[in-house]
């Protein structure tokens, strides 16, 4: 029996995407898929394909309602007004102070020592300048100190990092700021002046804090010395008034502050936080007067006279009534009887400090505590004698305060010649 052998016919080599309509198939032919005639019931001639639906036609319809995609514009020319760098070598003497700079002292003595070895070494680090198109000049933003010594040791030219397109803007000042501010030769009040010039740019304290690397406590703290009168600003930018003195007498009134700094300048405080505690006692009094409609003002002759009088045992008594006076008299002796028996506290220290510690481990070896326990006790007590004798302190200088000042009310004072007329 022989085996009829099929070959592939010609529809099977078409595309996929054929179309073949089974109804369109000759009776006994099976459409393309389903089977395949015969080999020898096929004719000699290959047969054409059919033509495929015109899904490529539909594909270049879309194609042409789809729009030409435009080229990109060409990226536009910098323009002179952008802000660009450059590396270059300037004239010395085309170069201009920046008026806002926020410092104001520069030391003669270092400024030599920096032009001596600029002149024997040459220029090691470059300076930052802008460039004015109508003056055609350059403006210092950083590197003054270099500058003014390169004048000094008689360099024409310097490098300079060259800044086009800046102006007169708050990040300039900013950049000048923050390389300035924590260098040992910029005082406080130059500080204190750049960053108030910073947050009247528009900075806020943390901002300012940020930029300069310090906190916004420091910050405040810093702007506040702006309250300082002329005089006790000086004596700060001289190195004659600590700086953390000076921040508690900014808190006081002008006339204050020049009275206050005559007696610093007298050595009439035995330490600076004496003075310290003074300033804080004559602030709140300046400040408890101004609640009752006065005003208090430090004055020598007034202390000389109240010694004078026997006033200065109980400052202030004589406006007092006479109950308050007397509350004030039996609890003065209650608080000193207390106080005298500190002396045998004194005694047992003393007694504790002279003798010998073997003699000591002997005999406190053992009892209630042992010795740590004691050490714990007189640690105990020195702390509370250290709490004690700051508020003493502050005591002392509330006292002197009130022994040396006048209270001065206007309003009592304008109504004296009405009542003497």
Same mark, same amino acid.
């Given at each position: 029996?022989?085996?009829?052998?099929?070959?592939?016919?010609?529809?099977?080599?078409?595309?996929?995407?054929?179309?073949?309509?089974?109804?369109?198939?000759?009776?006994?032919?099976?459409?393309?898929?389903?089977?395949?005639?015969?080999?020898?019931?096929?004719?000699?001639?290959?047969?054409?394909?059919?033509?495929?639906?015109?899904?490529?036609?539909?594909?270049?319809?879309?194609?042409?309602?789809?729009?030409?995609?435009?080229?990109?514009?060409?990226?536009?020319?910098?323009?002179?007004?952008?802000?660009?760098?450059?590396?270059?070598?300037?004239?010395?003497?085309?170069?201009?102070?920046?008026?806002?700079?926020?410092?104001?002292?520069?030391?003669?003595?270092?400024?030599?020592?920096?032009?001596?070895?600029?002149?024997?070494?040459?220029?090691?680090?470059?300076?930052?300048?802008?460039?004015?198109?109508?003056?055609?000049?350059?403006?210092?933003?950083?590197?003054?100190?270099?500058?003014?010594?390169?004048?000094?040791?008689?360099?024409?030219?310097?490098?300079?990092?060259?800044?086009?397109?800046?102006?007169?803007?708050?990040?300039?000042?900013?950049?000048?700021?923050?390389?300035?501010?924590?260098?040992?030769?910029?005082?406080?009040?130059?500080?204190?002046?750049?960053?108030?010039?910073?947050?009247?740019?528009?900075?806020?304290? @943390? &901002?300012?804090? #940020?930029?300069?690397?310090?906190?916004? *406590?420091?910050?405040?703290?810093? !702007? $506040?010395? /702006?309250?300082?009168?002329?005089?006790?600003?000086?004596?700060?930018?001289?190195?004659?008034?600590?700086?953390?003195?000076?921040?508690?007498?900014?808190?006081?009134?002008?006339?204050?502050?020049?009275?206050?700094?005559?007696?610093?300048?007298?050595?009439?405080?035995?330490?600076?936080?004496?003075?310290?505690?003074?300033?804080?006692?004559?602030?709140?009094?300046?400040?408890?007067?101004?609640?009752?409609?006065?005003?208090?003002?430090?004055?020598?002759?007034?202390?000389?006279?109240?010694?004078?009088?026997?006033?200065?045992?109980?400052?202030?008594?004589?406006?007092?009534? @006479? &109950?308050?006076? #007397?509350?004030?008299?039996?609890?003065? *002796?209650?608080?000193?009887?207390? !106080? $005298?028996? /500190?002396?045998?506290?004194?005694?047992?220290?003393?007694?504790?400090?002279?003798?010998?510690?073997?003699?000591?481990?002997?005999?406190?070896?053992?009892?209630?505590?042992?010795?740590?326990?004691?050490?714990?006790?007189?640690?105990?007590?020195?702390?509370?004698?250290?709490?004690?004798?700051?508020?003493?302190?502050?005591?002392?200088?509330?006292?002197?305060?009130?022994?040396?000042?006048?209270?001065?009310?206007?309003?009592?004072?304008?109504?004296?010649?009405?009542?003497?007329?």
């Amino acid at each position: 029996m022989t085996t009829a052998t099929t070959t592939p016919t010609a529809t099977e080599d078409r595309a996929d995407d054929t179309y073949v309509d089974p109804s369109a198939t000759p009776a006994g032919c099976a459409p393309d898929g389903l089977g395949a005639p015969d080999t020898d019931d096929l004719p000699t001639e290959k047969t054409p394909a059919r033509r495929p639906r015109p899904r490529r036609a539909r594909t270049a319809a879309a194609t042409k309602k789809t729009p030409t995609a435009k080229k990109a514009p060409a990226a536009p020319k910098p323009s002179s007004d952008e802000t660009r760098t450059q590396l270059r070598t300037i004239p010395t003497a085309k170069i201009d102070r920046d008026p806002g700079q926020p410092r104001e002292h520069f030391d003669e003595s270092a400024l030599r020592e920096l032009a001596a070895s600029m002149g024997k070494l040459g220029q090691l680090q470059p300076i930052n300048v802008r460039y004015n198109e109508d003056t055609k000049r350059y403006t210092l933003i950083m590197g003054e100190r270099r500058w003014r010594a390169a004048q000094m040791a008689g360099l024409e030219k310097m490098k300079a990092v060259v800044m086009h397109g800046v102006g007169e803007g708050r990040e300039v000042f900013a950049m000048a700021v923050a390389e300035n501010v924590g260098r040992a030769d910029m005082t406080p009040v130059e500080e204190a002046k750049a960053f108030h010039k910073l947050v009247e740019a528009g900075y806020d304290l @943390d &901002e300012v804090a #940020e930029l300069v690397g310090k906190s916004a *406590a420091y910050v405040q703290w810093r !702007i $506040d010395l /702006l309250n300082l009168c002329p005089e006790a600003r000086e004596a700060l930018v001289k190195g004659q008034l600590p700086v953390g003195l000076s921040w508690y007498v900014g808190k006081l009134s002008n006339a204050n502050q020049v009275r206050f700094l005559a007696r610093w300048v007298r050595g009439d405080f035995k330490s600076a936080r004496d003075a310290e505690s003074f300033a804080q006692a004559l602030h709140t009094e300046e400040k408890r007067q101004e609640q009752q409609g006065s005003f208090f003002v430090l004055s020598d002759e007034a202390a000389a006279a109240r010694k004078d009088n026997g006033q200065d045992a109980l400052p202030g008594s004589l406006d007092l009534p @006479d &109950e308050e006076r #007397e509350r004030i008299t039996a609890d003065r *002796a209650k608080l000193v009887g207390k !106080i $005298d028996k /500190l002396g045998q506290a004194g005694e047992i220290l003393s007694l504790l400090a002279a003798s010998d510690p073997e003699e000591l481990a002997l005999l406190l070896s053992g009892t209630p505590g042992g010795i740590g326990g004691h050490r714990l006790r007189i640690k105990h007590l020195q702390d509370i004698a250290t709490r004690a004798m700051a508020n003493l302190r502050k005591a002392e200088m509330v006292a002197e305060v009130r022994a040396s000042g006048l209270t001065v009310n206007p309003a009592a004072e304008s109504d004296a010649p009405a009542d003497a007329a």
